[in-house]
């Protein structure tokens, strides 16, 4: 607003003006943040939740006290329940994640290299992308039985589909000067490919990981919803069908702190493995 | 190791771009292809690295590649074509890994040092300004020990300044080495001071229009405003044409 006046005055004052400044107009577009205000939302929020609960302006049946959730997250910790949960459920994710990552970056580079994978894959993985992967746990435990296998294998499908379209835009995407650079040195197909294709293809594959992971902690709740005894999304099927809210919001910082936890982790690799870019 | 261009032709769909081309290019002389844009200079260098395949004629080695040659047939590339993620002793290892040899660093050093880059050999590309990032494709293309070397446009992405100052390290390094080279350019300057031997291509279909030699030694070479002159008097109703023309496709 106020540059805004500052230039339509300039406009008016012209012809008798004396010499003045030229009014700066080159600001804002450039999203750069501060590390703390992340965090100080955070407790704002919080405290604005604790203190109208206390005052009455919030009613108590709308929500927990944050205090009340951090005692029960203390008793978790405590009785030592919180590691009964918490293990079974990052194993299966780490598990999950980790089969369908893989599975998804190799049959991504394959799309990307070769012209008849392509052809015969894109439309699969166009078809299977869009089912929402937790129809098919029925499915999943006639195949590999009602323990571990089957949410390790529904976690892994919900992986894989993101991974693989990340990763063969990541492919195509990658500089052809590169591709024929090497060739014109006389590398070979493997070496093109692990220190040309892969090393370019990395940007696009870890913005890819970011969806991925996301999405394997969404099916990750609902896995254990449908079937588990313990883990974090049993935790919190048992504490919501009781309408324990200080227990099922216990459970859903968990869930926040994994996802907060994965995107900080691939955000520290990829700083260290994407300081070549510009 | 002489290369002989023997009846080159290519065609991209309908679209003639190489009509013909037959060229001698002699051991240890630099050869200077110029021509106005769209005339195929570039397209008959891939050619003849073998990067693409004419549709007539024939790209042949007389005699064989000096031993100890890992790979004849070696392009600078205008865009310098670095790994961005690879800092310069990599960039340079990069194209050495493939071979058995037993002593890759000190063959890194030696380039590095020849192309006066040796402070710089853990730097990464992106630190590196334009003239800096084409020294280190030209030491990666010397790591190889070319017997001809391809140069693409390769001072045509730098600042008037950098470009003479690296057509000097040019300079120096052909009469220290006596290398092989075809040099693609569209800058008649770069091509009467570093050609021995220059060839105006025509524009589309590319044909030799005229081939001219030039004996003066390099080190001692003007600004030639004769020879540029000439040249630019074959060139210049082409080169008005290609810059009227519209894309197609």
Known sequence: ?278 | MDLRIDGLSHAYGDTQVLDDVSLDIPAGRIVCVVGPSGCGKSTLLRMIGGLERPSAGAVLQVGSPPPGSLNPLTFVFQDFALLPWRSVAGNVSLVLEDHAIADRAARIADVLARTRLSDFAEALPKQLSGGMKQRVAIARALAVDPAVMLMDEPLSALDAQTRDLLMEDLIDLWQRERFTAVYVTHNLAEAVRLGHRVVVLSRRPGRIREVIEIDAPLGTRGAMDDVQAHLWGLMRDEARAADAELMDG
């Not at chain 1, 607003?1 to 012209?14: K, V």
């Not at chain 1, 590390?35 to 939740?49: K, T």
């Not at chain 1, 294998?153 to 052809?176: E, H, K, Q, S």
């Not at chain 1, 294709?197 to 919803?225: C, D, K, N, T, W």
Request: net charge positive; glycine share 14%; with cysteine.
């Open chain 1, 1 to 278: 607003m106020a540059e805004a006046r500052a230039g339509s005055d300039m406009a008016r004052a012209a012809p008798q003006a004396g010499p003045r400044p030229v009014p700066f107009r080159g600001g804002g577009f450039m999203p750069i943040g501060n590390r703390w205000a992340g965090l100080v939302v955070f407790v704002l929020l919080i405290a604005f939740v604790e203190i109208g609960l206390r005052q009455g302006w919030i009613s108590r049946l709308t929500l927990p006290l944050p205090s009340e959730v951090l005692d029960t997250f203390r008793q978790l910790y405590v009785t030592g329940a919180l590691w009964d949960h918490l293990i079974p459920s990052v194993s299966r994710f780490l598990v999950g994640g980790a089969l369908g990552t893989l599975a998804g970056i190799g049959v991504g580079v394959l799309i990307g290299l070769f012209g008849l994978v392509r052809a015969g894959l894109v439309p699969l993985v166009a078809a299977i992308f869009p089912i929402p992967k937790i129809a098919l746990l029925p499915l999943f435990v006639i195949w590999f039985g009602i323990g571990e296998g089957s949410k390790y294998a529904l976690i892994a499908f919900g992986t894989f589909t993101p991974m693989v379209v990340a990763t063969y835009g990541a492919v195509d995407n990658v500089d052809r000067t590169l591709i024929r650079m090497g060739q014109s040195f006389g590398l070979s197909w493997a070496s093109i490919v692990c220190k040309i294709v892969l090393p370019g293809a990395m940007p696009g594959i870890l913005s890819g990981l970011r969806i991925g992971l996301a999405i394997a902690i969404i099916l990750l709740v609902a896995a254990e919803m449908l079937g588990a005894e313990y883990g974090i999304g049993a935790y919190i099927l048992e504490a919501g069908s009781l309408y324990d809210l200080e227990r099922l919001f216990a459970g859903v910082v968990i869930l926040s702190v994994l996802g907060v936890a994965t995107s900080s982790a691939i955000g520290w690799v990829e700083r260290r493995v994407l300081r070549w870019r510009v």
